[in-house]
């Protein structure tokens, strides 16, 4: 499915969760997306179903190649971007999101390696940006953390976006539209970008 067409499917005034599972996956030692949680369960599936729960739609942008992941997502109902540019960094990946989606009333973009982040903080975020708009990130212990929140007016910026640094530059742009919005959910700052931080949990 091309990119027009998924952009056309998406042609709403949703909340859309971008989960990005682009990438390859390095320090980690291949597709982390699929290392296993304590509970069993793949990472970027988990990371999925918990973002799921508090958007009203979801797509996860992935590698063309990686059939594995796809294949594991779709059986669980979650709809796939391909994303043949993951390889310039996470910029590509998010964009490919934002452009699957242009008619987004906002969108969360969310890692997948970041699985612990509970479904009733996404819901908060999502209430946050719902009702007030702008930018909304959340914090944990006074450090800010993920997923990122953009209304519709950022999408231009976002894909104007190249390199790996993400949304630091829109965010840095704009900074006064920022709001952080405190949690009680340490998984808003935990990553796992290597098999020995899974030991951790």
């Known amino acids: 499915m091309t990119l027009m067409n998924i952009a056309n499917q998406y042609n709403t005034r949703e909340t859309v969760g ?8 390095r320090r980690f030692g291949g597709d982390k997306c699929l290392a296993l949680l304590p509970d069993g369960a793949p990472m970027g599936l988990r990371a999925a179903q918990n973002l799921s729960a508090a958007v009203d739609t979801l797509v996860c942008v992935v590698r063309p190649d990686d059939w594995a992941l796809i294949t594991l997502f779709n059986n669980h109902g979650f709809r796939t971007v391909d994303c043949p540019d993951a390889a310039l960094g996470m910029s590509a990946s998010l964009k490919a999101g934002i452009i699957a989606t ?17 479904p009733a903080t996404h819901q ?12 909304v990130r959340p914090t944990y212990a006074d450090k800010a953390g993920h997923p990122v929140l953009f ?15 993400g949304a630091k ?6 900074q006064s539209q920022l709001r952080l ?5 340490a998984g808003v700052l935990q990553d796992f970008d290597t098999k020995d931080s899974l030991l951790e949990i």
Do not use: C, F, H, T
């Not at 209304?151 to 640094?165: C, K």
């Not at 530059?169 to 704009?174: E, F, G, P, T």
């Open 18 to 25: 971008i989960l990005l599972a682009a990438g390859q996956g």
């Open 102 to 118: 242009p008619e987004a009333q906002g969108w969360v973009i969310a890692l997948a390696d970041m699985p612990l982040i509970q």
């Open 124 to 135: 908060l975020l999502v209430n946050e940006l719902r009702e007030q708009g702008g930018i």
């Open 151 to 165: 209304a519709q007016q950022y999408r231009d910026d976002l894909l104007a976006l190249s390199g790996d640094s």
């Open 169 to 174: 530059a829109v965010l840095k742009r704009y």
């Open 181 to 185: 919005l405190a949690v009680d959910d």
